[in-house]
């Protein structure tokens, strides 16, 4: 896939700078939105072919997120990851349940991560 473009949502602004960091090394194009109407006005004008989503983040969670972008019904749908501290099973089940294609936690690091999506996605080849 050319051009694949990655949306990062992450109320923690170093670790959404970090993310983008290691993201664009591997070929990406990256976005940020620090809180979830932001993000959904983002994937509504831009369309990114991945949404990553932490979970704990002030007004709108993450699991909230995701189910006001399945509900918008974007074509072609992002796929959702969930990228989160709280692995509880509650919390992943719930997030799966709004829609979801991935649940991550961050014990898993960034760099492993973007070799995962890597498998869901072709980023453009690095130049």
């Known amino acids: 896939m050319m051009n694949a473009s990655l949306l990062i949502v992450d109320d923690n602004q170093s670790l959404a700078n970090l993310y983008q960091i290691v993201f664009e090394r591997s070929g990406w194009q990256t976005r940020t939105a620090r809180e979830g109407q932001e993000a959904i006005d983002s994937i509504a004008a831009d369309r990114p072919n991945v949404v990553l989503l932490d979970v704990m ?15 918008l019904s974007p074509s072609p749908p992002p796929l959702i990851v969930i990228y989160t501290a709280n692995s509880r099973p509650e919390t992943r089940q719930a997030g799966l349940d709004a829609g979801a294609d991935l649940f991550y936690s961050k014990s ?20």
């Open 108 to 127: 898993i690091s960034i760099f492993d991560l973007a070799t995962l999506l890597s498998a869901h996605l072709s980023p453009p080849e690095a130049s």
């Open 57 to 71: 983040m002030p007004g709108m969670d993450g699991v909230e997120v995701c189910r006001r972008i399945r509900d």
